[in-house]
T-cell receptor, first 113, second 112 residues
Framework: ETGVTQTPRHLVMGMTNKKSLKCEQHLGHNAMYWYKQSAKKPLELMFVYSLEERVENNSVPSRFSPECPNSSHLFLHLHTLQPEDSALYLCASSHLQGNTEAFFGQGTRLTVV | DAKTTQPNSMESNEEEPVHLPCNHS???????IHWYRQLPSQGPEYVIHGLTSNVNNRMASLAIAEDRKSSTLILHRATLRDAAVYYC?????????????FGKGTHLIIQP
């Protein structure tokens, strides 16, 4: 148990569906992150929220839409995804200083059919 | 973040020490060296981090070269549960808003 909780753990969705991934932390962290991990590829940073403001969007397609309503919660809204978007989606949180560790959730295994 | 270079895979025997190397020749003076590991079907897990001096914690030791261009993660007595992908990441001291940049890491295989 890392203190970062992701739900659901597994999700199967059709290409026309809309779904949301949820991430929650009560560690007092002020930065939260979404990562994507495709099979046999390194983790890719998708979005960064610092003090509830989005500070980075690494050219992620608009079918992925993040939301950070407060410092403890982070969402990733999904719509009209493609089969190649099937991956493990990981949430992490940390303090803003670079000399502190990040804590990761267990991830959501997403399959797009 | 500075680029890091790690071997793709390493193999070791159970109950033996393991030394995982990492090169980070473009590291700057304010960059920290972080290590994470990812067990199968789990999210990455923090292992250790340091700036200049060697560091020890309950999981591992981190040996940092004097010129800081390389470092070594040391698992003193590997167990089967240490089989994972180990990532070496260099992160600026003010870099929390940048996230962590992961490479391919080293896949550590532990033989019983």
């Amino acid at each position: 148990e890392t203190g970062v909780t992701q739900t659901p753990r597994h999700l199967v969705m059709g290409m026309t569906n809309k779904k949301s991934l949820k991430c929650e932390q009560h560690l007092g962290h002020n930065a939260m992150y979404w990562y994507k991990q495709s099979a046999k590829k390194p983790l890719e940073l998708m979005f960064v929220y610092s003090l509830e403001e989005r500070v980075e969007n690494n050219s992620v397609p608009s079918r992925f839409s993040p939301e950070c309503p407060n410092s403890s919660h982070l969402f990733l809204h999904l719509h009209t995804l493609q089969p190649e978007d099937s991956a493990l989606y990981l949430c992490a949180s940390s303090h803003l200083q670079g000399n502190t560790e990040a804590f990761f959730g267990q991830g959501t295994r997403l399959t797009v059919v | 973040d500075a680029k890091t270079t790690q071997p793709n895979s390493m193999e070791s025997n159970e109950e033996e020490p393991v030394h995982l190397p990492c090169n980070h020749s473009t590291i700057s003076g304010t960059d920290y060296i972080h290590w994470y590991r990812q067990l199968p079907s789990q999210g990455p897990e923090y292992v250790i981090h340091g700036l200049t001096s060697n560091v020890n914690n309950r999981m591992a030791s981190l040996a940092i070269a004097e010129d800081r261009k390389s470092s070594t993660l040391i698992l003193h007595r590997a167990t089967l549960r240490d089989a994972a992908v180990y990532y070496c990441i260099v992160r600026n001291s003010g870099g929390g808003a940048d996230g962590l940049t992961f490479g391919k890491g080293t896949h550590l295989i532990i033989q019983p």
